[in-house]
Structure formats: structure tokens, C-alpha cells
């Protein structure tokens, strides 16, 4: 096959630009520090970015539920706190009103400061996070008491029905604490004790007072001691779930640090490897550039020149 000259020159101008595209999707890389930018580049690069990418927005989401999850359980520690200090309070009120030696003045005085810890412990038990009721199940909507009476609208099932938050893939986490039974017996006692109290009582003396307070080692459900152990079981268990919650945001973290590292291995320029190549390629590129002066030949202006 005769090879002419015009062969020779389409041939170099085809393998210069393809030299010079080389040479700019090396640079392009250093610019940029990642390996594409598009995605024909390198299709099974894209992809696996997609999917990387995919699986961090999860996680920031996961890690965004993981925050709504510490503000219910905060919420519900803090409620439940509060109300075990007012049960010591009252358990203090009810010591003291269990001494026959008080007279009726005294044990009104009682029951006024008795009234209104009932009406805080409804106040507690309508605790919020944000526009959520806590303590009222799945009924998130509706508080335990309106205008200090309980809510006739909740039913059974849903006020002892848990809310549930993702917070890793097929991990789901209780986050509420059912507390409509729980507030019902404080209330119930609350008010024995207010009635206890009351001037021309009969069950106003020390006796029928003082055992209202229960066993102090096992209290049975309907006695002070009863309830506050009731109390303190609820706040162990968030305790427990606030660990559970704090596990699982060591883990979110890890797993994004780790999904960020393939995804900076799979996609992400590699400066030593590419600046090596860069360097070969444009001595390559010199070289062709060299040989390619030397094939064409002269015209009739190289020698005018």
C-alpha cells in the first residue's frame, strides 16, 4: 500500500488530539480531584458514586431521626423526673399528715399544696415535643386531661400503642412512653389523699393517711410507695433506651466514615499516580510532536523562510 504524505500528516493530526485529550482529562482530574466528571466517563464509576451517595443522605437521615429520638426520650427523663420529685414531696406531706397531732387548719393547708401538685402532675402528664403529646401514645395529637379531666377521646389501644422512629436500616426504635394507666393511679391517689385530708373526713386521722403510703420495700400498685416504684421502673427503661439510642449514633457515625472512604477510593483522584502520568504522557506527546516535524515534509515556504 502506497503511503502518501497526506496519510502521514492525517495520522499525526489524528494521534495529537488524541495526545491533547489525553493530556486534558489528566488535567481535568488534578483541577477537579475526582477521577470523572461525567458520568461516560466511567459508567461503573458514576454508579457506585450514585450509590454511595444514596446510602450517606440515608444515614443523615437516620442521624436526623437519632435526634428526634434523644428529644422524646430527653423530654420523657425529664417529665418522669420531675414527677418522681413531686411524689417525694407528696410522700413528705402525707408522713407529716399521718400525725394525729395536727389540727384540722394544719391538714387543710396540706391538702391546698396537695391540689396543686395533682393539677402539675396533669400538667406532666400533658408534656410536649413540639406539637406531640409524649405520655398518650400513638394519640400524639390528644392530651391526657382537658381542663384537668381525663380525655374521654383516647382509646385503649393507642394510648398504650409505642411510636416508633428508623434509625438504621431495618432498625426501628421505641421512642415514647405509654403513660396514660401510670397518671390515672397517681391521680386516683392524689386525690384519696386530697379527700384524706379533707376537714369532717371520716377517714381523716393518722391511721387511714399514713397507710395510704404503702409498703415502702413492695408497694402495691394503688399505694405511694407502689406508684413511685411505677415511676422509677418508666424512667429505668428510657434510661436504658437513651443507651440504645446512644449506640446507635456511634454506629451511624462509623458507617458513614466508611461509606465517605469507599466513596473517595471509587471516585476521587489519586495525585501521585496522576501527575506520574501526566508527565508520561506529555513526554509522549513532545515525542510525537518531534517525530511528526521530522516525516513532514518541507513546502516551498521553508525555503522562502
Not at 194 to 216: P, R
Not at 299 to 305: P, Y
Request: aromatic share 4%; glycine share 8%; no cysteine.
Amino acid at each position: 500500500m502506497r503511503v502518501t504524505q497526506s496519510m502521514l500528516s492525517n495520522n499525526m493530526l489524528r494521534n495529537l488530539n488524541t495526545s491533547y485529550g489525553k493530556l486534558g482529562k489528566l488535567q481535568e482530574q488534578l483541577y477537579s480531584g475526582k477521577k470523572i466528571t461525567r458520568p461516560s466517563d466511567d459508567p461503573v464509576i458514576a454508579i457506585k458514586g450514585m450509590s454511595y451517595r444514596t446510602e450517606l443522605d440515608r444515614t443523615a437521615q437516620y442521624k436526623r431521626n437519632i435526634g428526634e429520638a434523644n428529644t422524646w426520650l430527653d423530654t420523657t427523663d425529664d417529665a418522669l423526673g420531675q414527677a418522681g420529685e413531686i411524689l417525694n414531696r407528696v410522700k413528705e406531706l402525707v408522713v407529716q399528715a399521718a400525725n394525729d397531732t395536727n389540727t384540722e387548719d394544719d391538714r387543710n393547708k396540706m391538702k391546698q399544696e396537695i391540689d396543686q401538685i395533682r393539677n402539675q402532675l396533669k400538667d406532666i402528664a400533658n408534656t410536649q415535643v413540639g406539637d406531640k403529646y409524649i405520655f398518650a401514645g400513638t394519640h400524639t395529637d390528644m392530651p391526657l386531661y382537658v381542663n384537668g379531666v381525663p380525655n374521654t377521646n383516647l382509646t385503649v389501644d393507642g394510648a398504650n400503642a409505642n411510636v416508633d422512629i428508623d434509625v438504621f436500616e431495618a432498625v426501628r426504635l421505641n421512642v415514647n412512653t405509654p403513660g396514660q394507666e401510670m397518671f390515672e393511679k397517681v391521680d386516683d391517689l392524689i386525690g384519696k389523699i386530697s379527700e384524706a385530708l379533707e376537714t369532717g373526713d371520716v377517714n381523716n386521722n393518722g391511721t387511714y393517711i399514713g397507710g395510704l403510703l404503702g409498703d415502702l420495700a413492695a408497694g402495691t400498685d394503688d399505694s405511694l410507695a407502689g406508684i413511685q416504684n411505677l415511676v422509677l421502673e418508666k424512667r429505668a427503661d428510657v434510661g436504658a433506651r437513651q443507651n440504645r439510642v446512644e449506640l446507635m449514633e456511634q454506629r451511624l457515625d462509623l458507617h458513614e466514615v466508611n461509606v465517605t472512604k469507599q466513596m473517595s477510593l471509587n471516585e476521587d483522584t489519586e495525585y501521585a499516580a496522576t501527575i506520574t502520568e501526566l508527565v508520561t504522557q506529555e513526554s509522549i506527546h513532545q515525542a510525537g510532536l518531534s517525530v511528526g516535524a521530522k516525516i513532514i515534509q518541507q513546502t516551498l515556504v521553508d525555503f522562502i523562510r
